[in-house]
């Protein structure tokens, strides 16, 4: 019966780390195998992601500790990204089962871009959809992670309204959702779009702050987006104005 309470946790965690975008390594396995028959009360597990920019690189640390009834559970990962200049910056990302960030997402926030996540508004008291980014303006919190800047439903942030603007073509009509699903994650995404009167091939970022898509091209060179995307811009800079961001401490 114990080898089958083992066998169930055992599996039950690399269901979790490969869920939570880490893989499922031969290696992965065998340090969590490790960990879990040590006799320390927490242990550690070191892996790294190929998802990044060129430039960057991320490493993580999967911090996991045991209960005196023999439980063991994954309660956050530590991810610092390393850039060409060798900058580094790093939070913990907390493992729970309202809002936890994927390790993709972790990618992608420590990158500087948006994701979006069922966050509780602090107004509402409500867990509710809310796009999040990592403010590095401001200084860190007494355990050395970034606030995070929010932006909840009242905010106004329509993903699919933005795509509609931003005038993207898709060779097949399920490709839409799937692209805003992307965009949502915080992801690069390669998609089509009208340029001077031409379809060119691009990628798109999702910047829910002015409610629009940051466009380039192949290359990741910033493209100027067309007048109406510019437009709603300009409006939601003064809308920006009425609308406070909350930070908090996670």
Do not use: C
């Amino acid at each position: 019966m114990e080898t089958q309470k083992e066998f169930d946790q055992v599996q039950y965690l690399k269901d979790q780390m490969k869920y939570l975008g880490f893989g499922e390594g031969e290696k992965l396995h065998k340090d969590l195998e490790k960990g879990i028959k040590s006799t320390k009360q927490e242990f550690e597990i070191k892996t790294t992601s190929d998802k990044t920019l060129p430039e960057n690189k991320v490493d993580f640390t999967l911090k996991f500790n045991k209960t005196e009834s023999g439980g063991v559970f994954l309660n956050s990962y530590n991810a610092t990204l390393k850039n060409k200049k060798d900058e580094s910056m790093s939070h913990e990302f907390y493992v729970n089962k309202e809002n936890t960030f994927t390790a993709k997402e972790a990618v992608n926030l420590l990158e500087g871009r948006t994701v979006k996540i069922e966050f509780t508004n602090p107004k509402t008291e409500q867990l509710e959809p809310a796009f999040v980014k990592l403010n590095f303006d401001e200084p860190k919190t007494e355990k050395g992670n970034y606030n995070f800047q929010n932006f909840y439903k009242n905010y106004g942030v329509d993903t699919a309204q933005i795509v509609e603007k931003s005038k993207l073509i898709f060779d097949k009509p399920e490709w839409k959702e799937s692209t805003i699903k992307s965009l949502e994650k915080g992801n690069i995404v390669k998609v089509k779009f009208e340029l001077d009167d031409k379809v060119v091939e691009g990628k798109a970022v999702l910047n829910p702050q002015y409610k629009n898509l940051n466009l380039y091209d192949s290359d990741m060179n910033r493209i100027n987006t067309n007048k109406p995307l510019e437009g709603l811009e300009q409006d939601n800079k003064h809308e920006k104005n009425n609308v406070k961001e909350q930070s908090i401490k996670r």
